[in-house]
């Protein structure tokens, strides 16, 4: 299981205050929570920052190494500020979010993967636009896939999302995410997923029961990484749970820290 903390992203109002502001302190405050909360890895986002993207991104890269030595995941549509994040990178693997099947776009950033080595979050998404099904989000994987191994990229160095849509627009948005997981885990049993789970509830209300329900349904079938809030006491305790029910936590051992965490308080 790989969690990758979301909260440093200038699309949160409190966030982007303090960048504007440069307050350090508030962004290492917000690094060191999700590190101490369980996060495996730190996202760095500042895409609304358009002007001067790349300043920022090795800003916040730098504030946030030099109080948290977990690895961070740069993520961003423009392949200049990756590349300036990920030459910072100082502790473990790094993490690029995201590729996708779009011919810009692998062009981009796969050279950026194999020049740091970095693991590759995956979107089911190509010049065609969002999928709208299973099928059409495996015609993506297999393509995705074939480009990756070419330009040696191992398996577990592949997180593909599936691409989750809110229920509350797509019916069926559900449904096809695990289809997906599902098709994948047959057909590339080694490689890795990744999603951000909390779309699935967008523009509902009890969003934090939707979210973890899905979370237990998706880890069922094999999705092994989350984009989440690691402060989330209830999610994160969802997730200790859902592992050692799926027997992927010896002598419940993470389940018992969880509790002794206080995860479980108030359930």
């Given at each position: 299981m790989l969690i990758v903390?979301?909260?440093?992203n200038t699309s949160r109002k409190a966030i982007n205050e303090a960048v504007e502001k440069r307050d350090k302190a508030y962004i290492q405050?917000?690094?060191?929570?999700?590190?101490?909360?369980?996060?495996n890895y730190i996202d760095v986002n500042c895409g609304t920052m358009v002007y001067n993207e790349v300043e920022i991104m090795e800003w916040l890269v730098n504030a946030i190494q030099e109080v948290v030595e977990a690895p961070l995941c740069i993520d961003s549509p423009d392949p200049k500020v990756l590349e300036a994040g990920l030459s910072l990178c100082k502790?473990?693997?790094?993490?690029?979010?995201?590729?996708?099947?779009?011919?810009?776009?692998?062009?981009?950033v796969l050279p950026l993967a194999q020049k740091y080595?970095?693991?590759?979050?995956?979107?089911?998404?190509?010049?065609t636009g969002m999928p709208e099904t299973t099928e059409d989000r495996?015609?993506?994987?297999?393509?995705?896939?074939?480009?990756l191994k070419e330009k040696g990229i191992p398996d577990q160095d592949m997180y593909f999302d599936p691409l989750v849509k809110p229920i509350s627009t797509v019916n069926t948005a559900g449904e096809e995410v695990l289809g997906t997981i599902k098709a994948i885990k047959?057909?590339?049993?080694?490689?890795?997923?990744?999603?951000?789970?909390?779309?699935?509830?967008?523009?509902?209300?009890?969003?934090?029961?939707?979210?973890r329900l899905f979370v237990v349904q998706t880890m069922t079938l094999g999705m092994d990484g989350y984009i989440?809030?690691?402060?989330?006491?209830?999610?994160?305790?969802?997730?200790?749970?859902?592992?050692a029910l799926l027997g992927q936590d010896d002598?419940?051992?993470?389940?018992?820290?969880?509790?002794?965490?206080?995860?479980?308080?108030g359930s």
């Open positions: 903390g979301e909260l440093i405050k917000i690094a060191k929570e999700q590190a101490e909360s369980g996060a502790f473990g693997q790094p993490m690029i979010n995201s590729i996708t099947d779009e011919k810009e776009r692998v062009a981009a080595k970095a693991k590759l979050v995956a979107l089911c998404m190509d010049d495996m015609r993506v994987v297999e393509s995705l896939y074939g480009k047959a057909h590339y049993p080694d490689v890795h997923f990744m999603c951000g789970l909390s779309n699935v509830s967008f523009g509902l209300p009890n969003r934090k029961v939707l979210n989440l809030n690691p402060t989330d006491k209830g999610m994160m305790g969802t997730i200790a749970a859902a592992q002598y419940c051992m993470n389940y018992l820290t969880a509790h002794r965490n206080g995860l479980y308080e």
